[in-house]
């Protein structure tokens, strides 16, 4: 036989609790196993439907709880606005986080402002070559030369080179130009 009564006392961390019931001068256990597998948790001052049995001990237990149908939808309101309110405070954190990343990401990737100088010929002369630069400094034989290059330039710009034995334009032949 089905009897209902009022959660008094819940507690949640053991998940037990008693019903009051108008008929009895005892309270009623119930255990958290007794309510439908899936449903919302039990508060106090809710109306129930449930079995009586006694335990291995004799006591009054709770079996086969139903919830009265008037409080399923106030305890599906209470969760969905519980569950829409963190959602709601979510998508907004999110927003500003990916905002404020990408502010920052562009900061670094972009490059500082520079000023704007005046256009000088100076500044569009072309990249000199690959090619090292000479000076005249007052060698004048094949062994004090690094290249057939720095050869050839001594050759051509320094005074009292003794570098072409055979006078045809082409010093160093035996080390560096041959």
């Known amino acids: 036989m089905r009897t209902q009564g009022k959660i008094i006392k819940w ?25 439908p ?16 049995r006694k335990d291995r001990d004799g006591r009054m237990r709770a079996e086969n709880v139903q919830r009265a ?7 599906r309101r209470s969760n969905t606005f519980r569950s829409d309110n963190r959602s709601s405070l979510t998508l907004p954190v999110v927003i500003i986080l990916i905002v404020v990343l990408a502010y920052f990401g562009f900061k670094v990737m972009t490059p500082a402002a520079t000023t704007l100088k005046p256009f000088s010929p100076a500044d569009h002369r072309p990249a000199a070559s690959n090619r090292k630069i000479f ?6 034989h094949c062994s004090q030369m ?12 320094c ?5 072409d034995g055979n006078n045809d334009g082409v010093p160093c032949e035996q080390q560096w130009c041959n």
């Open 11 to 35: 507690n949640a961390h053991k998940g037990y609790g008693f019903i009051r019931v108008p008929q009895q001068p005892d309270d009623v256990f119930v255990h958290i196993s007794a309510f």
């Open 37 to 52: 597998r899936g449903s919302t948790k039990p508060r106090i001052g809710e109306q129930i439907s449930f079995e009586i």
């Open 69 to 75: 149908s008037k409080s399923i939808p106030a305890q």
């Open 135 to 140: 000076v005249c400094d007052g060698r004048t």
């Open 146 to 157: 690094t290249s057939c290059e720095e050869a050839q330039f001594f050759l051509r710009h």
């Open 159 to 163: 005074p009292d080179t003794k570098m």
